[in-house]
């Protein structure tokens, strides 16, 4: 609990306590005199009565827990926001104190201090998640300078130092680690608990806790490009991303609260006028109206709904940009995704060497080489599998054909490498192969000299990830690849995909997105799952898209509206599960609320509901909406 909530329970309490004594001491009596507090102004001898007038004793914890609301209303009012929660209870209080009402009015902004502090405590617990992730913001960051270890902020380390991370330090910035080897923990980044090995080589991302050995790093990234730079503005302008219930909500109080206060006028002024009853009773009833009509409960746990789905889904190692992207999660009736890197690992590895006119070793040496200056993931298995140190030298004349492959001359000989189309135009006899995988053919001179397979191996989850979105209802998967029928058939069939379609262009991607859309039905909408990286086009094109690899790509934490941060297909049935949970709620919301209000309200209009009920209908109800609306932050646990 913060400072703040603390001073406003202690307000509450000594409040609540100055509120007995002001009920209590109008029945003490001092023996053979008059009563302590009466409410007339002389005794019935006609000598003065020792009282003090009943509004004192009431005014003094009225003043104790309702100056802030006052304050509030007046400032306002001065910069022209008349019409708020604050103005409303400010006029009803103020007028019950007019009308006699003391304890009333008392009791009314007691309770509503009472919501306002379950409100600050369900935000303080919304925002623990966010919080959290907060935390992965580095102090500061060991810098190696003129042979010194320098403490100074992330900010004004550069690209090309050295940074030195020790056993329990934050990562500060991204780079490549040079000397050392340690565990890292990613849990704030990614949700799972398990650490990630890292030594010399690899590539370690801001954010990350260094749990065991010395790291050595050069840093890649300023800090404000960083990954940890990147995720923490994409969570504090997530809330500025409002979803069309939210959107609502906003434009419903502009105009719903002039509409009461105008309707309570006439509450008090029409039925007077009519002959129906004094002005006092219509007035008291007026403010009993005003009361009832606040729309706290709608305020208030309509946004929070929303806030605490997004951080429970962080919590979740999920990134939802705004409230606007999980009420399409929640609509989501097609999935479509791409295949490497998204339901495959993205890692290549040379399966099978099939040789024509040469040995294996020489034809996996013509193909690394031809393939040496191109950094495409195919080209860096062939030069990973031939295993020797490839010499650039023995190569030259290297042309890069989209689509189909490289032409190059090795050692004076004239080298083609790629698909069927290549063998094609360099008049090679090519054959396929009975192998399920990616082909890469060889010829040299217009001779074939064979072929090499090529494998991308399937995530673990992958299958899971297919079989969890049909259990929650999703009508069709679909994958798009760019590889050959074979392989995405091959893929398509063990994980269970509804539909599959293959060698593809970025540009038939979209094609293809477009006849999905026409598919929808309803509310119905689209996500297309993918790397974030070469799918931007297709990513933009859908109604939702949702980054794969999002740990360390700058790319999927611009390009999607949801980022899943450890890479696993699965947690895409999590994310829709947890977008539907938070709009469950914030339904449950809105229809209590408004329920209960207009119950109340028509029942205060004609009488029948008092002060206490409008206290109910006011601050109980939104105390319960608020406690429903906490309930989103436990979405993730439960949807997992």
């Known amino acids: 609990m913060t400072q703040k909530q603390k001073r406003t329970l202690g307000r509450i309490f000594l409040s609540a306590a100055l509120l007995a004594a002001a009920r209590l001491l109008p029945t003490l009596w001092l023996p053979g005199a008059l009563p302590l507090v009466s409410v007339s102004h002389a005794a019935q001898d006609g000598s003065a009565a020792f009282s003090l007038a009943p509004w004192a004793l009431y005014l003094v914890p009225?003043?104790?827990?309702?100056?802030?609301?006052?304050?509030?209303?007046?400032?306002?009012?001065?910069?022209?926001?008349?019409?708020?929660?604050?103005?409303?209870?400010a006029l009803a209080t103020v007028g019950a104190f007019g009308t006699g009402e003391y304890a009333e009015a008392v009791?009314?902004?007691?309770?509503?201090?009472?919501?306002?502090?379950?409100?600050?405590?369900?935000?303080?617990?919304?925002?623990?998640?966010?919080?959290?992730?907060?935390?992965?913001?580095?102090?500061?960051?060991?810098?190696?300078?003129?042979?010194?270890?320098?403490q100074v902020d992330p900010d004004e380390v550069e690209v090309g130092d050295t940074i030195v991370i020790k056993a329990g330090e934050r990562v500060p910035l991204d780079g490549v680690i040079l000397e050392g080897r340690s565990t890292l923990d990613t849990a704030a980044l990614t949700g799972e608990s398990l650490p990630r090995e890292a030594e010399a080589g690899d590539d370690v991302i801001s954010g990350c806790i260094n749990l065991s050995g010395l790291l050595k790093v050069r840093v890649t990234k300023s800090f404000e490009e960083s990954t940890v730079a990147k995720i923490l503005d994409l969570v504090e302008n997530a809330a500025g991303k409002k979803a069309k219930a939210e959107n609502f909500i906003t434009k419903?109080?502009?105009?719903?609260?002039?509409?009461?206060?105008?309707?309570?006028?006439?509450?008090?002024?029409?039925?007077?006028?009519?002959?129906?009853?004094?002005?006092?009773?219509?007035?008291?009833?007026?403010?009993?109206?005003?009361?009832?009509?606040?729309?706290?409960?709608?305020?208030?746990?309509?946004?929070l709904s929303f806030f605490g789905g997004i951080g429970g889904a962080s919590r979740a190692g999920i990134l939802v940009k705004g409230g606007n992207y999980l009420e399409v999660l929640a609509d989501t009736q097609i999935v479509v995704f791409d295949k490497t890197g998204t339901l495959t690992k993205g890692v290549f590895n040379v399966t099978a060497i099939h040789p024509d006119q040469c040995d294996e070793d020489r034809l996996l040496e013509l193909a690394a080489l031809a393939e040496s200056y191109s950094d495409h993931p195919i080209?860096?298995?062939?030069?990973?599998?031939?295993?020797?140190?490839?010499?650039?030298?023995?190569?030259?004349?290297?042309?890069?054909?989209?689509?189909?492959?490289?032409?190059?001359s090795v050692d004076g000989v004239e080298v083609w490498v790629g698909?069927?189309?290549?063998?094609?135009?360099?008049?090679?006899?090519?054959?396929?192969?009975?192998?399920?995988?990616?082909?890469?053919?060889?010829?040299?001179?217009?001779?074939?000299?064979?072929?090499?397979?090529?494998?991308?191996?399937?995530?673990?989850?992958?299958?899971?990830?297919?079989?969890?979105?049909?259990?929650?209802?999703?009508?069709?998967?679909?994958?798009?690849?760019?590889?050959?029928?074979?392989?995405?058939e091959d893929v398509a069939r063990r994980l269970g995909l509804d539909e599959v379609h293959t060698q593809l262009l970025p540009a038939d991607k979209?094609?293809?997105?477009?006849?999905?859309?026409?598919?929808?039905?309803?509310?119905?909408?689209?996500?297309?799952?993918?790397?974030?990286?070469?799918?931007?086009?297709?990513?933009?094109?859908?109604d939702l898209g949702i980054a794969m690899g999002g740990l360390g790509s700058d790319a999927a934490i611009e390009a999607a509206d949801v980022v899943l941060m450890d890479d696993k297909p699965s947690k895409i049935a999590v994310a829709i599960r947890i977008a539907r949970k938070t709009l469950s709620i914030v339904r449950q919301n809105i229809v209590f609320a408004l329920g209960v209000k207009l119950l109340v309200l028509v029942l205060g209009a004609v009488g029948r509901a008092n002060m206490w009920g409008a206290v109910f209908a006011d601050v109980g109800v939104s105390v319960l909406a608020i406690l429903n609306a906490m309930r989103a932050l436990r979405a993730g646990q439960g949807a997992e």
């Open 62 to 89: 009225y003043l104790l827990i309702g100056w802030d609301v006052l304050w509030k209303a007046v400032r306002n009012i001065a910069h022209g926001q008349i019409f708020d929660e604050n103005f409303l209870m």
């Open 107 to 150: 009791f009314v902004m007691l309770f509503y201090q009472v919501g306002e502090l379950f409100q600050g405590y369900a935000v303080g617990k919304s925002r623990q998640s966010i919080t959290a992730l907060m935390d992965i913001r580095p102090d500061c960051a060991n810098v190696e300078r003129d042979g010194a270890l320098l």
């Open 252 to 303: 419903f109080a502009r105009y719903y609260t002039p509409s009461v206060v105008a309707a309570a006028v006439l509450l008090a002024v029409l039925p007077p006028l009519l002959g129906d009853g004094d002005w006092s009773k219509w007035f008291h009833q007026a403010l009993v109206f005003l009361v009832i009509s606040c729309p706290c409960a709608l305020v208030i746990s309509v946004p």
């Open 379 to 408: 080209s860096r298995s062939l030069k990973e599998a031939c295993g020797k140190e490839i010499d650039n030298s023995r190569v030259d004349g290297v042309e890069e054909i989209a689509g189909q492959g490289v032409k190059a």
């Open 419 to 488: 698909n069927d189309k290549l063998m094609d135009a360099a008049g090679a006899a090519w054959h396929p192969c009975h192998r399920v995988g990616t082909t890469v053919h060889v010829a040299s001179q217009g001779v074939y000299l064979g072929h090499i397979v090529i494998s991308d191996e399937v995530k673990e989850d992958a299958a899971q990830a297919i079989a969890g979105l049909k259990t929650i209802g999703i009508q069709k998967t679909v994958m798009l690849t760019g590889d050959a029928q074979a392989v995405g």
């Open 510 to 542: 979209v094609d293809q997105v477009e006849a999905l859309l026409r598919e929808r039905t309803g509310k119905g909408k689209l996500a297309f799952v993918g790397d974030g990286i070469n799918d931007a086009p297709v990513l933009s094109r859908a």
